[in-house]
T-cell receptor
């Protein structure tokens, strides 16, 4: 079993739709969690950190469920510019970092 | 605002050649990482370092070596290039707090023929 698993996708949604991605992790020692966005195999860029209490940044909401060991990302009112690959990242306290394989989102007019 | 700088951006190697991918950061970050990303796949951790003089293997270390003699630099060495090492290589760094996100370089696109 992979340490970090994401929804395989791809997700194809119309503009204005709400879409959610999940990411599960197996290492209970995991301490910090992030969502990154990657465009066309360019470098990943931080979308948002994921906090235990959940957090929101505009149209994006991230949540963490430690008991079930998963994180989620919700995108509301999807825009064409949201089309990208979304990567979840899980860090242990020892500094090791593990990425999911990514979920591809395509937002269509 | 250099951040994380990777060189070269592109390189073509012949099988059996060796080379070093350079990574430097100017943010005084202790944590540094090397990843590879194959087409259609996620990032796989090759090696990481939690500070100068300390390195650890990641998920796919075979065929690579690293060193961390300074806080700023974290070079990745390929000793005997193989076609399976054709990939995009990303270097990243982050601050000490566990809630610090990673900052990535632009990547090195490496082809081995």
């Amino acid at each position: 079993r992979k340490e970090v698993e994401q929804d395989p996708g791809p997700f194809n949604v119309p503009e204005g739709a709400t879409v959610a991605f999940n990411c599960t992790y197996s290492n209970s020692a995991s301490q910090s969690f992030f969502w990154y966005r990657q465009d066309c195999r360019k470098e990943p860029k931080l979308l948002m950190s994921v906090y235990s209490s959940g957090n929101e940044d505009g149209r994006f909401t991230a949540q963490l469920n430690r008991a079930s060991q998963y994180i989620s990302l919700l995108i509301r009112d999807s825009k064409l510019s949201d089309s990208a690959t979304y990567l979840c990242v899980v860090n242990t306290n020892a500094g090791k970092s593990t990425f999911g394989d990514g979920t591809t989102l395509t937002v269509k007019p | 605002n250099a951040g994380v700088t990777q060189t070269p951006k592109f390189r073509i190697l012949k099988i059996g050649q060796s080379m070093t991918l350079q990574c430097a950061q100017d943010m005084n970050h202790n944590y540094m990482y090397w990843y590879r990303q194959d087409p259609g796949m996620g990032l796989k951790l090759i090696y990481y370092s939690v500070g100068a003089g300390i390195t650890d293997k990641g998920e796919v270390p075979n065929g690579y070596n690293v060193s961390r003699s300074t806080t700023e630099d974290f070079p990745l060495r390929l000793e005997l290039a193989a076609p399976s090492q054709t990939s995009v290589y990303f270097c990243a760094s982050r601050g000490d707090s566990r809630n610090q996100p990673q900052h990535f370089g632009d990547g090195t696109r490496l082809s081995i023929l």
